[in-house]
């Protein structure tokens, strides 16, 4: 992936932009998307550990530097004691509107103020580094096709390809395809709730499409690749929750209403 100062969580929020959607990222399976992604940059970081599934502070007052993880950090070490699945949903959106912000910092966004019928102000935020955007699409789905040895993929490139399949993003559901980067795929086959929990599992992200042996072949490759991003077992055991978390958001997301 680029050379760039970006984030895990920053990364999977620039995946999900849709340049023709832009308030298509500005959804709870982001929110929960990102929100991921700093949970598991912060176990990384030796700054959260894994206490009997909670999610606990290594010490007091560490910080990383970076606000996006510093305000999440803060958040879990003021808080009651929660799994890392209800830490991917709890006040997701706090995560998601850091992490926007520090994007349009970067200017990799760019936020335009307009006013609701003339009156009520508010902001809209357009993709203004289409060219980092692009490169992050790319690697992602040459990551996840196998153009790339697993043991040769960076451990933080590792982490963004297993993300972006259990939230189904446009890079990770045609990973051999040229699509249009940061697309979120449409509802393909039904899919209940569950039925992708983690990176490793037979019926992980992507195995619905195409035939049964390419099915077996992406949830091997997405085992591989977590095994990379996360070689530490504690780590591996979160990067499962916080997956299956995403997924099961991805799920309720595509599911149909009924009428």
């Not at 990364?11 to 500005?26: E, I, K, N, S, V």
């Not at 990102?34 to 894994?50: C, K, N, S, T």
């Not at 879990?76 to 006040?91: C, Q, T």
Request: glycine share 12%.
């Amino acid at each position: 992936m680029p050379r760039d100062p970006l984030s895990l969580p920053a990364r999977l929020c620039l995946l999900a932009w849709d340049p023709a959607r832009p308030g298509a990222a500005d959804a709870a399976r982001v929110h929960h998307l990102v929100r991921a992604g700093a949970l598991v940059e912060l176990v990384r970081r030796g700054l959260l550990r894994d206490d009997d599934g909670v999610a606990t502070p290594a010490d007091l007052d560490s910080e990383t530097g970076d606000p996006v993880l510093d305000g999440l950090l803060e958040l879990v070490r003021e808080s009651l004691p929660h799994g890392w699945r209800p830490w991917v949903a709890l006040h997701a959106r706090v995560t998601f509107d850091a992490v926007r912000e520090q994007l349009v910092a970067e200017g990799c966004l760019r936020a335009e103020k307009k006013r609701v019928l003339g009156v009520f102000p508010s902001v809209e935020y357009a993709l203004a580094r289409r060219d980092t955007a692009q490169a992050l699409d790319r690697r992602v789905r040459e990551v996840l096709a196998g153009q790339v040895l697993a043991g040769e993929v960076p451990e933080r490139d590792a982490a963004v390809a297993v993300l972006a399949a259990a939230a189904e993003l446009g890079c990770a559901g045609d990973p051999g395809g040229a699509g249009e980067r940061g697309t979120v795929n449409e509802p393909g086959a039904a899919k209940g709730p569950g039925t992708a929990r983690g990176p490793g599992t037979a019926k992980g992200p992507g195995t619905a499409r195409g035939p049964a042996g390419a099915g077996t072949r992406r949830s091997d490759r997405i085992a591989e690749l977590a095994g990379r991003a996360a070689p530490a077992s504690a780590l591996r055991g979160v990067l499962d929750e916080v997956c299956g978390a995403v997924s099961d958001e991805t799920a309720h997301t595509k599911a149909p209403t009924g009428g």
